[in-house]
């Protein structure tokens, strides 16, 4: 599996309007190569670290191909989107969390990465398209992107090849996770599964062990 990256996008905190809450999904299109580090590019910035950034969150990566599904539900907003507008640093065609797994090792340019997780979309997405409950569609139709931690860093540029180099979870595609995980009532045994999963951020592990155990407590098991 390789595909090429198209475009890399880097952002400064500033604030989103009307509040003004701190925010870096405002990004601009980068030339040449930047440094990937072990917590993200060179450059790149994030606004609530609760949430974004950080070892397992390093890299966000978005198929361009996704704002067409947007586009289609929003058309109002069609003129706005585009690759770089929902905080992505890398944008490519023909890579989507139906052809990417939890646990994928990836080599871009001189750095090595690993899918940790998709993005959790939230509130931010709504505000940037302007549309109530944005985020809900984004979760519900599997077009959320993903994140990948560092295994070793390195210089990475727009026209780099993304070359698969392990694939230690063939069974867990990223579109296959979301399916099981925003379930109603998820199978216990899959959550369990999943939650094992290499590579898997630890702190999605834990959610899900847990969510796991609570359902098994509860005596609750898949509807029919």
């Known amino acids: 599996m390789k595909t090429v990256i198209d475009q890399i996008f880097t952002g400064r905190v500033r ?24 917590t993200g590019l060179e450059g790149d910035e994030q606004g609530d670290l609760r949430h974004h950034g950080g070892p397992w969150k390093a890299l966000h990566h978005y198929p361009v191909e996704h704002y067409a599904v947007l586009a289609q539900e929003w058309p109002q907003c069609a003129a706005l989107l585009g690759a770089g507008l929902l905080g992505e640093n ?4 023909g890579l989507t969390e139906h052809e990417v797994h939890v646990g994928d090792i990836f080599r871009i340019g001189h750095a090595r990465v690993q899918v940790s997780q998709p993005r959790s979309p939230c509130w931010k997405i709504d505000r940037r398209l302007k549309v109530d409950d944005a985020s809900r569609f984004v979760e519900a139709a599997g077009v959320t992107g993903w994140y990948y931690a560092v295994l070793t860093p390195g210089e990475i540029a727009a026209g780099d090849f993304i070359e698969l180099e392990e694939r230690p979870n063939p069974w867990l595609t990223l579109a296959d996770y979301w399916d099981t995980v925003i379930a109603h009532r ?8 999943i939650a094992a999963a290499v590579g898997l951020a630890p702190e999605k592990a834990q959610r899900w062990q847990e969510r796991a155990d609570w359902l098994e407590r509860h005596g609750l098991s898949p509807k029919a």
């Not at 890398?90 to 065609?93: A, E, Q």
């Not at 998820?186 to 599964?193: G, T, V, Y």
């Open 15 to 38: 604030p989103m309007l009307p509040e003004g809450e701190p925010t870096a999904i405002h990004k601009t299109a980068v030339e040449g190569a930047l440094r990937l580090t072990a």
């Open 90 to 93: 890398i944008s490519t065609h």
């Open 186 to 193: 998820p199978d216990p045994l899959a959550l369990r599964r």
